[in-house]
């Protein structure tokens, strides 16, 4: 056993003074009933708030004093949320202050050390304070505490939605594909091999077709950096070197590390250059990894010629532009 430390003869401590539910049946049955209305008003403010963000259009709104013209769906929801979150509260309070056990123990001082029997009394002793809660015999405070509780979390898990879709493979797409003209960026005129001289470099997107927009998201995927060099200067095995025209190379401009624009190129090395963490790809290698973070090459977008001379894409990239992670499974 804990050794016992010298108790206070007198604390001081005023007389305690039972509370009206505790001694009258009456008022602990009316207590009971304000808790459950309190908890149904939390489950109602719930409900109101699954209501507004579900129900209740976007572009309605009310007028209000003081506030005015208010959005309808934005009050709906935060008046939901905050009855649902305030009543299961004072409930809760209301509930601990009228109901639950009322008593007044002294705790004697003793090493802070506990010995397995004050454990083991202490898993009583909150077994027994759980049965005098009362949640047994109050089957009201229960269900309506249950009501409450369930719905309480569903704000935080609707609220997710307006995250928006799931990109799904969304991030794996973009808009080249065979046959679409490279077109300068910016101006969006179609690209001819002789307007890049060797050493040269430039920015270009898939051609609009018409009625089409571009976005920013689609100039964030599509961008891609055409370089120059003597064909002699590859290293590149057969299908790769089929990619390129007349020495004419093309990759993702978005850095498979985490994505910034690569946008540096050293014409003597023939390295490109991410200024975000200083990846650095080998134009010669197909884009090869030479320094940096990045765990992949640039994607190369296979290229040739139409009819009229114009720049085309043979194909669509043939993986993910963009960061590595986008291709993992796990
Ligand atoms: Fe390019 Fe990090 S984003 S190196």
Same mark, same amino acid.
């Given at each position: 056993?804990?050794?016992?430390?010298?108790?206070?003869?007198?604390?001081?401590?005023?007389?305690?003074?039972?509370?009206?539910?505790?001694?009258?049946?009456?008022?602990?049955?009316?207590?009971?009933?304000?808790?459950?209305?309190?908890?149904?008003? !939390?489950?109602?403010?719930?409900?109101?708030?699954?209501?507004?963000?579900?129900?209740?259009?976007?572009?309605?709104?009310?007028?209000?004093?003081?506030?005015?013209?208010?959005?309808?769906?934005?009050?709906?929801?935060?008046?939901?949320?905050?009855?649902?979150?305030?009543?299961?509260?004072?409930?809760?309070?209301?509930?601990?202050?009228?109901?639950?056990?009322?008593?007044?123990?002294?705790?004697?001082?003793?090493?802070?050390?506990?010995?397995?029997?004050?454990?083991?009394?202490?898993?009583?002793?909150?077994?027994?304070?759980?049965?005098?809660?009362?949640?047994?015999?109050?089957?009201?405070?229960?269900?309506?505490?249950?009501?409450?509780?369930?719905?309480?979390?569903?704000?935080?898990?609707?609220?997710?939605?307006?995250?928006?879709?799931?990109?799904?493979?969304?991030?794996?797409?973009?808009?080249?594909?065979?046959?679409?003209?490279?077109?300068?960026?910016?101006?969006?005129?179609?690209?001819?091999? !002789?307007?890049?001289?060797?050493?040269?470099?430039?920015?270009?997107?898939?051609?609009?077709?018409?009625?089409?927009?571009?976005?920013?998201?689609?100039?964030?995927?599509?961008?891609?950096?055409?370089?120059?060099?003597?064909?002699?200067?590859?290293?590149?095995?057969?299908?790769?070197?089929?990619?390129?025209?007349?020495?004419?190379?093309?990759? !993702?401009?978005?850095?498979?590390?985490?994505?910034?624009?690569?946008?540096?190129?050293?014409?003597?090395?023939?390295?490109?250059?991410?200024?975000?963490?200083?990846?650095?790809?080998?134009?010669?290698?197909?884009?090869?990894?030479?320094?940096?973070?990045?765990?992949?090459?640039?994607?190369?977008?296979?290229?040739?010629?139409? !009819?009229?001379?114009?720049?085309?894409?043979?194909?669509?990239?043939?993986?993910?532009?963009?960061?590595?992670?986008?291709?993992?499974?796990?």
């Amino acid at each position: 056993m804990s050794k016992e430390l010298e108790p206070l003869s007198d604390p001081g401590l005023p007389e305690h003074i039972h509370r009206k539910a505790d001694i009258d049946p009456i008022a602990a049955k009316r207590a009971e009933q304000q808790v459950a209305i309190l908890f149904s008003l !939390s489950a109602l403010g719930t409900l109101l708030f699954i209501y507004s963000f579900f129900f209740v259009k976007e572009d309605v709104f009310i007028f209000l004093p003081v506030l005015g013209n208010t959005n309808a769906q934005q009050l709906g929801i935060g008046l939901g949320m905050a009855f649902g979150l305030f009543f299961i509260g004072i409930g809760a309070v209301h509930w601990a202050k009228t109901l639950m056990p009322d008593q007044e123990v002294i705790a004697q001082r003793h090493e802070l050390k506990s010995e397995p029997e004050d454990r083991d009394a202490l898993v009583k002793a909150a077994k027994e304070g759980a049965y005098a809660a009362g949640l047994g015999r109050r089957p009201l405070i229960k269900r309506s505490l249950i009501g409450a509780a369930a719905l309480a979390g569903l704000p935080g898990v609707i609220l997710l939605r307006d995250l928006g879709p799931l990109p799904g493979k969304d991030l794996e797409k973009t808009n080249w594909k065979a046959g679409t003209r490279l077109v300068t960026d910016p101006g969006d005129r179609p690209i001819k091999a !002789s307007d890049l001289e060797v050493g040269a470099v430039a920015q270009v997107l898939p051609e609009l077709l018409p009625g089409q927009k571009r976005t920013l998201e689609d100039i964030g995927k599509d961008a891609v950096l055409l370089i120059r060099l003597r064909p002699a200067e590859f290293q590149l095995d057969a299908e790769r070197l089929s990619w390129t025209h007349e020495g004419i190379i093309a990759f !993702s401009k978005i850095c498979s590390h985490m994505g910034c624009a690569v946008a540096l190129y050293e014409q003597t090395t023939k390295h490109l250059l991410c200024p975000c963490h200083q990846s650095t790809f080998d134009v010669t290698r197909a884009a090869k990894v030479i320094f940096g973070p990045s765990a992949r090459p640039l994607p190369q977008l296979a290229i040739t010629l139409d !009819s009229e001379g114009n720049l085309i894409a043979k194909q669509p990239f043939s993986e993910p532009v963009g960061p590595s992670f986008w291709e993992r499974s796990s």
